[in-house]
């Protein structure tokens, strides 16, 4: 049997070059392709995500965090939830996973231009949206005001921390953090972070926001923002759904009409609103 | 006084109020300048003042004995502090401690009431600025209380090995 390197469903074997701890229960593979099934450079769009295979247990989409364009790697930054993150969490450097993608819709980077960009992100949904920021950061003229929010469970929740530090020491972007519970030591912010689109300074005539959470905030996320002006359809935000073949094939990940795998997950609030919240499909 | 019109009138959460509504709420205010640390007010004190951040930020902190200091939220410029001004017996339920050196406007709350009872429009509109205020103060505590970002509690988690 002939196996088309670029066939969708067939996985293709990614090394584990590094295994970053972020948080107790969250990490970054950093990984490189296996020799002999490298495909050049992986190109993608920030909010895209892969099917990542362990062998043996199961496969699961997770969103790609970064690439590191020098030498091909690809990172992918993961929060142990349940079985096949949880054997995710137990391999380590040296160690082989299965890889097909990317899949799916992305930010829309190319729509913020000429804007003010308003990030928002909570727990585990800054992962999907590191790309986005350092896109922004990366092409800084092209657009107006950069805000990134970003909520955590604690301070030993945050994510990518000296990053972040190092972002908020830029003049380029404004950075604002906060944890919904303090503990010693914590002078940063508290509260939860739609508490902070309030008073956060851009243009609603002419902003754009790309939220990623959980579905709660993500809600509150929005009427907050709408709330401050800004247009349903300049407001994108990423859906989660279970997943199977991540093509649009299976139906596993259907949400009313759409397949959160291939016309998400990323989506213009204006198409998703009468479904976001709805209890049962 | 016009700096203080300017103020409330550029405030997101005063941006109801009619310039004549401003105007009397500017007649009972002043702007105060806090150093870092400054206790703005105490749990328990008399709550004769009511305030909106200009500068800085605070900390609302609730301290018991066995519990030490816990920070509860984070308040910024633009924010208004303070509701226990309006209901009976008047006394702060929280600590509010300056996280830097600060600037507020201070609002004299019997005055404030003084013309509630005089003015019912007056009253209405800022009592409705004081709920929405309160809403979303509820609001942040429900989706502080959920735990968003924890575990499903139903299952249970994992740690990296
Ligand atoms: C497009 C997309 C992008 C994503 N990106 C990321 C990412 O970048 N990083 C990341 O960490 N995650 C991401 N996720 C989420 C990730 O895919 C899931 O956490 C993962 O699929 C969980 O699989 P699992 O086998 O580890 O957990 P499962 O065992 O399937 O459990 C998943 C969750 O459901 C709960 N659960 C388990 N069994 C039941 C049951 N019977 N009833 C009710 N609840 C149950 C578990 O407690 C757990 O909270 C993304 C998801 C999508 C759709
Ligand atoms: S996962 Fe199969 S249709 Fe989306």
Not at chain 1, 63 to 68: A, D, P
Request: charged letters at 20%.
């Amino acid at each position: 049997m002939t196996v088309l390197l670029d066939d969708p469903m067939v996985t293709t074997p990614w090394v584990i070059d590094q295994m970053r701890r972020e948080t107790a229960d969250t990490f970054t593979f950093i990984l490189k392709p296996v020799k002999g099934h490298g495909r050049g450079s992986f190109q993608f769009e920030p909010g895209q995500f892969n099917m990542l295979y362990v062998f043996g247990t199961g496969e699961v989409p997770i969103s790609i965090s970064g690439t590191q364009e020098q030498n091909g790697k690809l990172e992918h930054t993961t929060r142990v939830a349940g079985t096949v993150t949880g054997a995710m969490g137990k391999l380590r450097s040296g160690d082989v996973i299965g890889i097909r993608g990317p899949f799916g819709s992305h930010w829309p980077i190319e729509n913020a231009i000429g804007k003010d960009v308003i990030v928002v992100a909570g727990g585990i949904g800054l992962a999907p949206l590191r790309p986005v920021y350092n896109a922004l950061v990366g092409r800084r003229d092209e657009f107006n005001k950069i805000v990134l929010l970003y909520g955590s469970r604690t301070p030993e929740d945050i994510l990518f921390r000296s990053e972040l530090e190092k972002l908020s020491a830029n003049l380029d972007i404004e950075v604002f953090v906060t944890v919904d519970r303090s503990t010693m030591g914590w002078r940063g912010n508290v509260g939860v972070v739609t508490s902070l689109l309030r008073n956060v300074p851009f243009d609603p005539r002419n902003a754009v926001a790309m939220v990623c959470g959980p579905e709660i905030m993500m809600r509150f996320s929005v009427h907050e923002l709408q709330r401050r002006g800004l247009k349903e359809e300049e407001i994108y935000i990423s859906m989660e759904r279970n997943m199977k073949c991540a093509i649009g094939h299976c139906g596993h990940c259907q949400y009313g009409p759409e397949f959160i795998c291939k016309d998400g997950p990323v989506f213009p609030y204006n198409r998703i609103s009468n479904l976001l919240g709805t209890r049962e499909l | 006084m016009k700096q203080l019109e300017n103020i409330i009138t550029n405030n997101e959460n005063f941006k109801t109020l009619s310039p004549e509504h401003v105007k009397e709420l500017a007649g009972r205010a002043s702007i105060i300048d806090l150093e870092t640390g400054a206790f703005m007010f105490c749990q328990d004190g008399k709550a004769d003042h009511f305030y909106v951040l200009t500068k800085g930020s605070v900390g609302l902190e609730i301290h018991a004995a066995g519990w030490g200091t816990v920070t509860m939220q984070t308040l910024r410029s633009g924010d208004l502090l303070g509701w226990s001004w309006m209901f009976p017996p008047y006394r702060w339920h929280f600590d509010a401690k300056t996280l830097e050196p600060s600037q507020a406007i201070a609002f004299d709350a019997a005055t404030v009431r003084d013309k509630f009872k005089k003015d019912s429009d007056f009253g209405y509109q800022v009592m409705k600025i004081v709920a929405t205020h309160m809403m979303d103060r509820i609001v942040a505590a429900r989706l502080q209380i959920l735990d968003l970002y924890g575990k499903n509690p139903d299952h249970q988690g994992y740690a990296i090995r």
